[in-house]
């Protein structure tokens, strides 16, 4: 079954770097013309920071809203494509750095962008069984575009990080249904110890975003939801277009989109980019909305939630970063040092 | 190699670099960045676990241009002098900003990035660092 009760978002936090490029700074250097940009500028990481931070200081936020006690966290699952190491866990830098009790389960996860997802699914089900009274779900990316491949323009860095538990005072969301769509499908990936992932090119669209996510939003209306008791839909958002693409073709009216999608001036955070249209959408929804959330991440699949806003939302709001303050929050940089924070200067 | 490198040194002063928790001696005040029973200064056994506050202000600063081996990628990068509400300073990497948004008494909060790395295949050593306030309280 996939519909669930008891179980709440208690906590949520994004995180976005400082640093932006703009589209058509990377184009002044390969040419793509203004037509034809995907976004408007993209969020890169600091060279100090990396995947481990990112999600760290994501989760200290979700932490902050919660307002639980760190120790009391029993899982902390980092889904990314860009750990920072082939082998040894992102998970346990980051619980460190809370300080979280190390009676804990962590693995690092990896579903091209929907490892963040993933995490909260199986954060849910280690509540909704009892094995665990806490536990952190966290996408983050530092994501890797081969210079001149289209993907430079929207490969970006951020993380979003939620804490679940049991309902109760403080609830921020309800999460009322959790699933996920899967198939064997290659439209991106990366073989070990390459540096850039290899994508199938318009083979992205209909056979993978467009089928999982569509698959997915449908199993919800096989389980008895009617799309239009949503206040707001959340795809994952690779570009400024395929949002609002799907939402059209599952007849979801843009204006229930438009309030989660970032892609424009942030790029797309990968893991985190589902999570910070959540995020945006908990910076500003009304108790007793209803959200619909539907990831993708390649390789192929899409997870799918259903979340009621709660009371506590009102209060917890603001004692972390909006995911709006931090867009705001940024400081252009040109195609070289870009080039010398995502390590692409090699001596 | 670096002694931050070294899989026992680096692992012993985690939780001062992620935390900024400290032993502090209760009879002399020394502060030691690892768990120890006993004071390293004056031989004291009163060492009590502490944890320095999430905000200091910026007492000095100065910039490295010319940084030692493994922390080259982050050149050129800024180290400042910070104090604690209880007087403690500590130096510590300032980062996401440029040295000319920085005034002494400016109020900034911690976080944790990337410190050094050994090479393409050794530690990543992640650390402290300041930075200016995000959202003021
Ligand atoms: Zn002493």
Request: proline share 5%; aromatic share 8%; with cysteine.
């Amino acid at each position: 079954m996939s519909k669930l009760s008891g179980i709440s978002i208690l906590g949520y936090g994004a995180y976005i770097p400082m640093f932006r490029i703009k589209a058509a700074e990377i184009s002044r250097v390969w040419g793509l013309s203004e037509s034809e940009l995907p976004v408007v500028e993209k969020s890169v990481n600091s060279v100090d920071e990396d995947t481990a931070t990112i999600a760290a200081e994501a989760a200290s936020y979700a932490v902050a809203r919660a307002g639980i006690d760190p120790s009391k966290i029993g899982a902390v699952y980092v889904g990314s494509e860009s750990h920072p190491y082939a082998v040894k866990p992102t998970g346990t830098i980051v619980a460190e750095v809370l300080g979280v009790n190390s009676r804990l389960l962590s693995a690092d996860l990896e579903f091209a962008c929907k490892a963040g997802t993933e995490a909260m699914e199986l954060v849910t089900g280690l509540v909704a069984s009892g094995m665990i009274e806490y536990g952190l779900a966290i996408g983050a990316d530092t994501a890797q575009g081969k210079p001149r491949d289209a993907l430079e323009y929207t490969a970006a860095s951020g993380g979003v990080a939620v804490v679940i538990g049991r309902s109760g005072e403080g609830a921020i969301a309800d999460l009322e249904y959790a699933s996920s769509y899967v198939t064997d499908t290659p439209d991106f990936w990366r073989r070990g110890h390459e540096r850039y992932p290899m994508h199938g090119s318009r083979f992205t669209g209909a056979p993978a975003y467009f089928h999982h996510i569509i698959s997915a939003v449908r199993m919800v209306q096989e389980d008895g939801y009617s799309l239009e008791e949503f206040d707001y839909a959340v795809f994952h958002q690779p570009n400024s277009k395929f949002p609002f693409a799907v939402a059209k073709m599952l007849g979801i009216p843009a204006k229930k989109v438009e309030p989660g999608v970032v892609v424009n001036v942030i790029g797309n955070t990968y893991a985190a980019s589902s999570m910070m249209g959540l995020a945006k959408v908990l910076d500003q929804a009304k108790p007793g909305e209803k959200i619909l959330m539907a990831s993708y991440g390649s390789g192929a699949g899409s997870d799918v939630f259903i979340f009621r806003v709660k009371e506590g939302v009102l209060a917890k709001r603001n004692r972390a970063p909006l995911v709006s303050e931090l867009i705001e929050r940024k400081r252009y940089i040109d195609y070289a040092l870009y080039l010398k924070a995502r390590g692409k200067i090699r001596e | 190699m670096h002694a931050i490198f070294r899989p026992p040194v680096n692992w012993r002063h985690r939780r001062f670099r992620y935390g900024l928790v400290v032993w502090r001696c209760l009879n002399c005040g020394a502060v030691h960045q690892y768990a120890t029973r006993i004071c390293r200064r004056c031989r004291s056994n009163r060492v009590a676990e502490d944890r320095l506050p999430d905000r200091a202000r910026l007492v000095t600063l100065t910039v490295v241009k010319n940084p030692p081996v493994s922390f080259e990628k982050q050149a050129p990068y800024i180290v400042g002098l910070v104090e604690f509400e209880d007087g403690t300073k500590m130096l510590t990497g300032i980062t996401d900003c440029e040295p000319e948004e920085l005034k002494p008494g400016m109020e900034l909060e911690r976080v944790v990035r990337k410190i050094a790395e050994d090479g393409e295949s050794g530690l990543i050593v992640y650390g402290y660092k300041f930075r200016p306030v995000i959202k003021r309280r």
